[in-house]
C-alpha cells in the first residue's frame, strides 16, 4: 500500500499536501511544486487567496515564484482527500505561563484525520516537545479517521529548518533531519524528502529524537545568546563596549560568533519552553536554559531602561521626548512580528510617559496593529527626534548614511540628542557627540 507512493509521487500518479501555508509551509509547498502535483490547504481564506493571485505576504519566495507555481492552494480541507503524503507545518506558540500552546497542530490533525485515506502517510513540522507526534497527533489522526495508524497510515517527523529572511541558508540548502515511526515509512520519507533537499536529508532512528533534534538545536542558539545579552549588561555598568569586546574576542580561531541581541520570533523565543516543559512533566527542573530565556526576556526592558537613562544624562524629560523606534518585526529583512521583543521595548517606554513612533518597512501594518496595538510611520514623518532607537536591522536602516541619520534629530546640541543602536549597524565615530549607546 505504501510502498509505490514515491513513484506515484513522481509520476503524478499521487499529489502532496502542505498542511498550514506560513513562513515554513508555503516555501515548502512551492518547491514541491516544481517536481510532484501539490495541494497547499490553510484554514485562513484570505491569506489563501493572497497566494492565489501571486502575493508572497511572508517574502520568502516572492510574488514571481508564486506567481508562477503550480500549487492548487485551498481552504477547502476536502482537497486534502486528494493527497497521499501529507507534511504538516502550523504554527506551535506557547501560552501566557510559557506552556505549549498545542492547540494549531491539534487543529490540523483534526482536520486532516477527518480526511485521511488509506495508504497515506503524515509527517509533521511544527516544533514539538518529544512524543507529541506519536501521544498526541497520532490518537487524533486514528479517532477522526478511523483508521489504523502503522496498518491503514504512517507517520514520520521531520523539524523545519526554514529561516525566515535568510537568502543563503534556504530551503533545500539546509539538511533535512526526517525520521518515520518505522523502516519503511522512515525509507520512504527519506526519498521524498530527497526530491527538493539538494543538501541531502540526515535520517534519524525515532521520531522522538528528530522532535528533540529540533528543541535542542534553537536552545542551544538561545544559551548562547543569553550568555551574550548578560555580558552586555555586566559591561554596560562598567562602562565597557561590548561590541569592541567581542570583536576582539573573535580573532581566536574558536570563538563562536554570537552576538547579544532581542531574541524572539517563533522558533528561538519558544522552542526552549517546548522543552523544558516536557522535561519537568519527568521530573526534572531545568538549570541552565530557563535561566537563559530568562535573560533573553528582559532584553527589551533593558534597552529602553538604558534609553531613558541616557535621555536623562543628556538632559532630556522622557515623557515629554519625541522618541521613534525603527524595527517592529522580529528579526531584520523578514516581516513577519511574531513574538517580537520590541514590544518589550515599547511597553517599558510607555510605562514611563513616553510615546514611541514606530517605523517598519518589512511590518505589514495591519499586523502591527493587530499584534501590538501600533500604529507604523513612514521614515519621511520622523523629524524633530530627541531619542532614536535602532531595534531591527533591516537593510534599509543599515543603508541609512550618517547624515541621513542626523537629518532625523531636533536642531540643537549634539549632546542633547540620544542614538540607541541595539544592534551595532551605525558607524560609533560618526556620532561622538551624541549620547550613543549600543548593546
Given at each position: 500500500?505504501?510502498?509505490?507512493?514515491?513513484?506515484?509521487?513522481?509520476?503524478?500518479?499521487?499529489?502532496?499536501?502542505l498542511?498550514?501555508?506560513?513562513?515554513?509551509?508555503m516555501?515548502?509547498?512551492?518547491?514541491?511544486?516544481?517536481?510532484?502535483?501539490?495541494?497547499?490547504?490553510?484554514?485562513?481564506?484570505?491569506?489563501?487567496?493572497?497566494?492565489?493571485?501571486?502575493h508572497?505576504?511572508?517574502?520568502?519566495v516572492?510574488d514571481?515564484?508564486?506567481?508562477?507555481?503550480t500549487v492548487?492552494f485551498?481552504?477547502?480541507?476536502?482537497?486534502?482527500?486528494?493527497?497521499?503524503?501529507?507534511?504538516?507545518a502550523?504554527?506551535?506558540?506557547?501560552?501566557?505561563?510559557?506552556?505549549?500552546?498545542?492547540?494549531?497542530?491539534?487543529?490540523?490533525?483534526?482536520t486532516?484525520?477527518?480526511?485521511?485515506?488509506p495508504g497515506s502517510?503524515?509527517?509533521?513540522e511544527?516544533t514539538?516537545?518529544?512524543g507529541?507526534?506519536?501521544?498526541?497527533?497520532?490518537?487524533i489522526?486514528?479517532?477522526?479517521?478511523?483508521?489504523?495508524?502503522?496498518?491503514?497510515?504512517?507517520?514520520?517527523?521531520s523539524?523545519?529548518?526554514?529561516?525566515?529572511?535568510?537568502?543563503?541558508?534556504?530551503?533545500t540548502?539546509?539538511?533535512?533531519v526526517?525520521?518515520?515511526?518505522?523502516?519503511?515509512?522512515?525509507?520512504?520519507?527519506?526519498?521524498?524528502?530527497?526530491?527538493?533537499?539538494?543538501?541531502?536529508?540526515?535520517?534519524?532512528?525515532?521520531?522522538?529524537?528528530a522532535?528533540?533534534?529540533?528543541?535542542v538545536?534553537?536552545?542551544?542558539?538561545?544559551?548562547n545568546?543569553?550568555f551574550?545579552?548578560e555580558?552586555a549588561m555586566?559591561?554596560?555598568?562598567?562602562?565597557i563596549?561590548?561590541?569592541?569586546?567581542i570583536?576582539?574576542?573573535?580573532?581566536?580561531?574558536?570563538?563562536?560568533?554570537?552576538?547579544?541581541?532581542?531574541?524572539?520570533?517563533?522558533?528561538?523565543?519558544?522552542?526552549?519552553?517546548?522543552?523544558?516543559?516536557?522535561?519537568?512533566?519527568?521530573?526534572?527542573?531545568?538549570q541552565?536554559?530557563?535561566?537563559?530565556?530568562?535573560?533573553?526576556?528582559?532584553?527589551?526592558?533593558f534597552?529602553?531602561?538604558a534609553?531613558?537613562?541616557?535621555?536623562?544624562?543628556?538632559?532630556?524629560?522622557?515623557?515629554?521626548?519625541?522618541v521613534?523606534?525603527?524595527?517592529?518585526?522580529?528579526?531584520?529583512?523578514?516581516?513577519?512580528?511574531?513574538?517580537?521583543?520590541?514590544d518589550?521595548?515599547l511597553?517599558?517606554?510607555r510605562?514611563?510617559?513616553?510615546?514611541?513612533?514606530?517605523?517598519?518597512?518589512?511590518?505589514?501594518?495591519?499586523?502591527?496593529?493587530?499584534a501590538?496595538?501600533?500604529?507604523?510611520?513612514?521614515?519621511?514623518?520622523?523629524?524633530d527626534?530627541?531619542c532614536?532607537?535602532?531595534?531591527?536591522?533591516?537593510?534599509?536602516?543599515?543603508d541609512m548614511s550618517?547624515?541621513?541619520?542626523?537629518?532625523?534629530f531636533?536642531?540643537?546640541p549634539?549632546?542633547?540628542?540620544?542614538?540607541?543602536?541595539?544592534?551595532?549597524?551605525?558607524?560609533?565615530?560618526?556620532?561622538?557627540?551624541?549620547?550613543?549607546?549600543?548593546?
Open positions: 500500500m505504501f510502498t509505490t507512493l514515491y513513484e506515484d509521487l513522481l509520476a503524478g500518479d499521487a499529489k502532496l499536501s498542511v498550514g501555508l506560513g513562513y515554513v509551509g516555501p515548502i509547498a512551492v518547491e514541491f511544486a516544481k517536481h510532484v502535483p501539490v495541494i497547499g490547504f490553510d484554514i485562513n481564506e484570505a491569506k489563501v487567496e493572497q497566494y492565489k493571485q501571486g508572497d505576504s511572508t517574502n520568502e516572492g514571481e515564484a508564486l506567481a508562477h507555481t492548487d485551498t481552504a477547502d480541507p476536502t482537497r486534502l482527500e486528494e493527497a497521499r503524503f501529507h507534511i504538516v502550523v504554527p506551535t506558540p506557547v501560552n501566557q505561563d510559557k506552556t505549549p500552546d498545542l492547540t494549531p497542530v491539534i487543529g490540523a490533525s483534526e486532516l484525520g477527518k480526511h485521511l485515506k502517510i503524515v509527517v509533521y511544527s514539538v516537545y518529544p507529541v507526534t506519536e501521544d498526541v497527533c497520532v490518537p489522526l486514528e479517532r477522526e479517521s478511523g483508521l489504523r495508524c502503522g496498518e491503514d497510515f504512517k507517520v514520520g517527523y523539524p523545519e529548518r526554514i529561516n525566515p529572511g535568510d537568502r543563503v541558508h534556504t530551503l540548502t539546509i539538511r533535512k526526517v525520521s518515520g515511526m518505522d523502516d519503511e515509512s522512515a525509507e520512504l520519507i527519506r526519498r521524498v524528502y530527497d526530491i527538493v533537499i539538494a543538501a541531502g536529508t540526515f535520517p534519524v532512528s525515532t521520531i522522538k529524537t522532535e528533540a533534534v529540533k528543541v538545536e534553537n536552545s542551544q542558539r538561545d544559551i545568546i543569553a551574550m545579552n555580558l555586566v559591561f554596560d555598568r562598567m562602562g563596549d561590548t561590541s569592541e569586546v570583536e576582539g574576542m573573535n580573532t581566536k580561531w574558536n570563538a563562536l560568533g554570537f552576538r547579544p541581541g532581542l531574541v524572539g520570533g517563533h522558533c528561538i523565543g519558544v522552542d526552549p519552553y517546548y522543552f523544558t516543559y516536557e522535561a519537568e512533566k519527568l521530573g526534572y527542573h531545568s541552565i536554559i530557563l535561566s537563559g530565556r530568562k535573560v533573553n526576556d528582559g532584553m527589551g526592558g534597552v529602553a531602561d534609553a531613558i537613562r541616557e535621555m536623562v544624562q543628556a538632559g532630556l524629560a522622557p515623557a515629554k521626548s519625541r521613534a523606534v525603527l524595527g517592529l518585526t522580529f528579526k531584520e529583512d523578514c516581516p513577519d512580528v511574531r513574538n517580537s521583543k520590541v518589550d521595548i511597553a517599558r517606554l510605562q514611563y510617559g513616553i510615546a514611541p513612533q514606530v517605523c517598519d518597512p518589512w511590518a505589514d501594518p495591519a499586523d502591527a496593529k493587530a501590538y496595538g501600533v500604529d507604523l510611520v513612514p521614515m519621511e514623518e520622523l523629524r527626534l530627541d532614536l532607537i535602532v531595534a531591527v536591522a533591516h537593510r534599509q536602516f543599515r550618517s547624515d541621513d541619520v542626523k537629518a532625523l531636533a536642531d540643537k549634539d549632546a542633547e540628542k540620544v542614538l540607541v543602536d541595539v544592534k551595532s549597524v551605525l558607524p560609533k565615530a560618526e556620532f561622538a557627540g551624541y549620547r550613543y549607546w549600543r548593546l
